[in-house]
């Protein structure tokens, strides 16, 4: 089943965002550049100041959803994605630290002009920090899971509209966001350098990514190279329409039909899979800090050491709950963990999210295959689990 042209709109929107960017760049007057570049900024200042309520709102449904479909699977679910989560964002520091700490600095790049200012700023206050958030969503979210009450139904389905609104009001304002980044960065003189320079980030990433869930699967096939071929061919539909549409939860239903037949009981795939969407996302543990420590090197900060990396891996783990399947959303809830852990400014996150949204479908499709992968491992743990019993 191929996806519509129409799936393909948003990639191409945030891609033609950042062609026009940089074409229009030298014809406009200083004054729209610099208020396009406020624009941007502003736009990242709401999403901040709104993303404890997000958080709060998406770690509680996803925690009460699994819980409601899986219970008494609940104590396997959970540790899995999390040690996935974890390893995956590890080893992603250890691959970069090893294949890609060279020079790649930036300001050779840099042109001898004014660097531009935004016209206007806002600033808005914290409402609650993101850890608070996190924290209360995870412990009111096992409650609803255990307690099986209209009320409580309600009260998830209504979190789950107050986040879905967030981000059908955030997505379509996205291209201002990224057309302000690139102008600013075009305007130093350093966006052009960055697309070219950045490639080896962006195929490390596709060989480590996607090497892992090969690994994974020809693992989970005991090395039967035939039987892996047939979890990839049950795979290929899923995958084709998450690369069209960049949405995990697009892809669901096709995930679904897949996981059903890599499995050998069916039902532990309509568990898994729905539980999994939105927070076990292979490709964005890979991807976002590869890009995020790259784009460090290139503004000359340090690489963090492990200590601050692990401590940055445990928030990256634990916000991934709060991780909406759609087009960005992997990349936005992640803004204050890398300001926060990292030291990320509002120039780099800007940086750090317009290559995501660029990436994004190749991203979802790692994020399904990865899903995929644990469907087998979670069916496996299962099954052997009921033998035993």
Same mark, same amino acid.
């Given at each position: 089943?191929?996806?519509?042209?129409?799936?393909?709109?948003?990639?191409?929107?945030?891609?033609?965002? /950042?062609?026009?960017?940089?074409?229009?760049?030298?014809?406009?007057?200083?004054?729209?550049?610099?208020? =396009?570049?406020? %624009?941007?900024? @502003?736009?990242?200042?709401? !999403?901040?100041?709104?993303?404890?309520?997000?958080? &709060?709102?998406?770690?509680?449904?996803?925690?009460?959803?699994?819980?409601?479909?899986?219970?008494?699977?609940?104590?396997?679910?959970?540790?899995?994605?999390?040690?996935?989560?974890?390893?995956?964002?590890?080893?992603?520091?250890?691959?970069?630290?090893?294949?890609?700490?060279?020079?790649?600095?930036?300001?050779?790049?840099?042109?001898?002009?004014?660097?531009?200012?935004?016209? &206007?700023?806002?600033? /808005?206050?914290?409402?609650?920090?993101?850890?608070?958030?996190?924290?209360?969503?995870?412990?009111?979210?096992?409650?609803?899971?255990?307690?099986?009450?209209?009320?409580?139904?309600?009260?998830?389905?209504?979190?789950?509209?107050?986040?879905?609104?967030?981000?059908?009001?955030?997505?379509?304002?996205?291209? =201002?966001?990224?057309?302000?980044?690139?102008?600013?960065?075009?305007?130093?003189?350093?966006?052009?350098?960055?697309?070219?320079?950045?490639?080896?980030?962006?195929?490390?990433?596709?060989?480590?990514?996607?090497?892992?869930?090969?690994?994974?699967?020809?693992?989970?096939?005991?090395?039967?190279?035939?039987?892996?071929?047939?979890?990839?061919?049950? =795979?290929?539909?899923?995958?084709? *329409?998450?690369?069209?549409?960049?949405?995990?939860?697009?892809?669901?239903? =096709?995930?679904?039909?897949?996981?059903?037949?890599?499995?050998?009981?069916?039902?532990?795939?309509?568990?898994?899979?729905?539980?999994?969407?939105?927070?076990? !996302?292979?490709?964005?543990?890979?991807?976002?800090?590869?890009?995020?420590?790259? %784009?460090?090197?290139?503004?000359?900060?340090?690489?963090?050491?492990?200590? @601050?990396?692990?401590?940055?891996?445990?928030?990256?783990?634990?916000?991934? &709950? *709060?991780?909406? *399947?759609?087009?960005?959303?992997?990349?936005?809830?992640?803004?204050?963990?890398?300001?926060?852990? /990292?030291?990320?400014?509002?120039?780099?996150?800007?940086?750090?999210? *317009?290559?995501? %949204?660029?990436?994004?479908?190749?991203?979802?499709?790692?994020?399904?295959?990865?899903?995929?992968?644990?469907?087998?491992?979670?069916?496996?743990? %299962?099954?052997?689990?009921?033998?035993?019993?």
């Amino acid at each position: 089943m191929c996806p519509k042209f129409k799936n393909f709109a948003m990639p191409l929107i945030f891609l033609g965002a /950042l062609v026009l960017s940089i074409v229009a760049e030298p014809v406009l007057p200083g004054q729209i550049k610099s208020t =396009l570049y406020a %624009v941007s900024l @502003t736009i990242k200042e709401i !999403l901040v100041f709104f993303l404890p309520i997000v958080i &709060f709102a998406l770690v509680t449904n996803s925690i009460a959803r699994l819980g409601s479909r899986a219970l008494k699977y609940i104590v396997i679910i959970l540790p899995l994605i999390c040690c996935s989560n974890f390893c995956n964002t590890m080893l992603s520091y250890l691959t970069f630290r090893t294949f890609l700490s060279g020079n790649w600095s930036l300001t050779s790049a840099a042109q001898s002009v004014e660097q531009l200012n935004p016209a &206007f700023s806002l600033h /808005l206050p914290t409402l609650v920090s993101n850890d608070i958030a996190l924290i209360s969503g995870v412990i009111l979210g096992l409650l609803f899971g255990i307690v099986k009450r209209k009320e409580v139904g309600a009260i998830a389905r209504c979190l789950e509209k107050i986040s879905t609104l967030f981000f059908k009001c955030l997505i379509p304002i996205m291209p =201002l966001f990224i057309v302000g980044t690139a102008i600013k960065l075009q305007h130093d003189g350093i966006l052009t350098t960055i697309l070219t320079r950045y490639l080896p980030v962006m195929a490390t990433f596709a060989i480590t990514a996607f090497g892992i869930v090969m690994l994974q699967l020809m693992v989970l096939s005991r090395m039967n190279f035939s039987k892996v071929a047939e979890y990839i061919r049950n =795979l290929i539909p899923a995958l084709i *329409a998450a690369f069209g549409s960049a949405s995990s939860v697009a892809a669901m239903p =096709l995930s679904i039909k897949a996981a059903e037949k890599n499995v050998d009981e069916s039902e532990n795939a309509d568990i898994i899979i729905p539980s999994t969407v939105n927070i076990h !996302l292979v490709g964005d543990c890979f991807f976002i800090p590869m890009v995020a420590l790259a %784009v460090m090197v290139s503004f000359a900060k340090e690489m963090p050491d492990m200590g @601050t990396y692990l401590l940055f891996a445990l928030h990256f783990v634990l916000a991934k &709950f *709060a991780v909406a *399947a759609v087009p960005g959303g992997g990349v936005l809830v992640m803004i204050p963990i890398m300001q926060k852990n /990292l030291g990320l400014n509002a120039e780099m996150l800007g940086i750090v999210t *317009a290559i995501y %949204v660029l990436f994004d479908p190749i991203i979802t499709t790692c994020n399904v295959a990865g899903n995929g992968s644990l469907a087998i491992l979670f069916d496996r743990i %299962v099954s052997k689990k009921r033998k035993t019993e």
